[in-house]
């Protein structure tokens, strides 16, 4: 899960968050896909005014994300990425609806269950 992972390392990170944010905050994961498909809304409003709010949308999340990139990551990899960020456009609903079915995650070669905001380990 570190930096060069590819897009399924990617997708799984962002499933992963999805099933463990979605049973201690069920309002919070209830708010985040109707916010998610924003930029999609937007894209296929089309209108002058609708392209200038998917430009600032763009904009304010790859300032945070460079901002945190810089601030945390010194890696600098996220800046190689940058050109990609309109995927999440796509991948950010998906994630996010494939994070309400199940309630097992891989993390660091072990299959966890997630349960009431806990995540209890399933083999040794």
């Not at 962002?14 to 463990?20: E, G, I, L, P, Y």
């Not at 945390?72 to 960020?85: E, G, I, K, M, N």
């Amino acid at each position: 899960d570190g930096p060069g992972g590819g897009p399924r390392d990617t997708g799984g990170q962002a499933v992963r968050w999805a099933r463990t944010v979605r049973t201690p905050a069920p309002l919070l994961y209830a708010l985040a896909l109707p916010l998610s498909t924003a930029p999609l809304l937007l894209l296929c409003q089309g209108g002058a005014t609708a392209m200038l709010l998917l430009l600032l949308h763009t904009l304010v999340r790859a300032t945070v994300a460079l901002l945190v990139d810089f601030r945390f990551c010194w890696d600098r990899s996220l800046v190689r990425a940058l050109p990609l960020l309109p995927l999440l456009w796509i991948a950010e609903p998906l994630n996010l609806l494939a994070g309400l079915w199940g309630s097992t995650v891989d993390w660091r070669g072990r299959r966890y269950k997630v349960s009431g905001g806990r995540a209890t380990l399933l083999d040794g």
